[in-house]
């Protein structure tokens, strides 16, 4: 029987968990720095997950701002309104499918925000034109992926210990070219800012942990590599003892993510 690893929330929030605390750059400062935010804007963050960059816009503004958050998981968007509640931040969350047409009329935002989720669009063409379509003229579309030498080391890993080639990935496999592309098309100026962060592991425990969450989110992609539990079972082991002896012979394990930024102005 087909076993479906459907991310969960405890998924997500432990694969945040490891970037913040084994990276050795924090992205959410880098794009702060790249959007250079004023007081006064009018916000959407498409695929906003459990609220992250919400509540990081919401606290850099002041407040003095106007959040949407969009998902199409109930569950997200249920930890996202808990976790406004508590920190006192007044943002409106709804749901949001961005492969249908966008409930929200034309010239509606100063910027969108869509932090590694386009990639995930059925129809890119479709999900960007609605994206504009919804931005102010003279208003930002920033997006951020994986580049195609996105945690090398990880897919590396995991070649050697299944022995078996790594299935094209829908963000780095796409974000450069396909969607890159599709936003070139259709915005009149588009910048790509580049951000490295090397996750050091002095352990092999966390970087398993980042394995199981991410084969869990990307559960279709790895349909070859585990069919049911039990298999699934034997991958990660498989990818352990891999990752133990790296960590017996190199003393850790250094997963670089390299994140696309694309900014794209109406």
């Not at 050795?24 to 790249?34: F, K, Q, V």
């Not at 249908?100 to 999900?127: G, R």
């Not at 960007?128 to 897919?155: A, C, D, Q, S, W």
């Not at 098309?185 to 002095?202: A, C, G, W």
Request: hydrophobic share 35%; net charge negative; aromatic share 10%.
């Amino acid at each position: 029987m087909k076993i479906d690893y459907k991310e969960t929330t405890s998924d997500l929030i432990s694969r945040i968990n490891i970037h913040d605390q084994f990276g050795a750059r924090n992205i959410d400062d880098w794009m702060l720095e790249t959007l250079t935010l004023e007081e006064g804007l009018t916000i959407l963050d498409a695929a906003c997950g459990s609220g992250k960059q919400c509540a990081s816009f919401y606290t850099t503004l002041n407040g003095n701002c106007n959040i949407t958050g969009g998902d199409v998981s109930d569950e997200l968007l249920a930890k996202a309104r808990q976790l406004s509640t508590e920190n006192d931040q007044n943002i409106d969350f709804v749901s949001l499918d961005f492969n249908k047409p966008f409930k929200f009329k034309d010239n509606t935002f100063d910027l969108i925000s869509c932090c590694f989720a386009i990639y995930y669009s059925v129809d890119i063409p479709f999900t960007i034109r609605e994206m504009h379509r919804v931005l102010k003229p003279g208003g930002r579309l920033f997006t951020t992926g994986p580049m195609p030498e996105n945690k090398m080391e990880f897919y590396e890993i995991i070649k050697k210990a299944t022995n078996k080639s790594i299935p094209p990935m829908p963000g780095s496999s796409r974000y450069a070219s396909e969607i890159l592309d599709a936003i070139k098309n259709t915005f009149s100026k588009v910048d790509v800012e580049i951000f490295e962060n090397p996750l050091t592991f002095p352990t092999a425990e966390p970087f398993l942990e980042y394995t199981r969450a991410s084969l869990s989110e990307d559960r279709k992609l790895w349909g070859d590599f585990f069919t049911e539990k039990d298999s699934f079972i034997d991958v990660m082991n498989a990818i352990a003892d891999v990752a133990n002896k790296k960590i017996e012979k190199e003393g850790k394990i250094v997963m670089t993510k390299v994140v696309g930024g694309f900014i794209a102005t109406k």
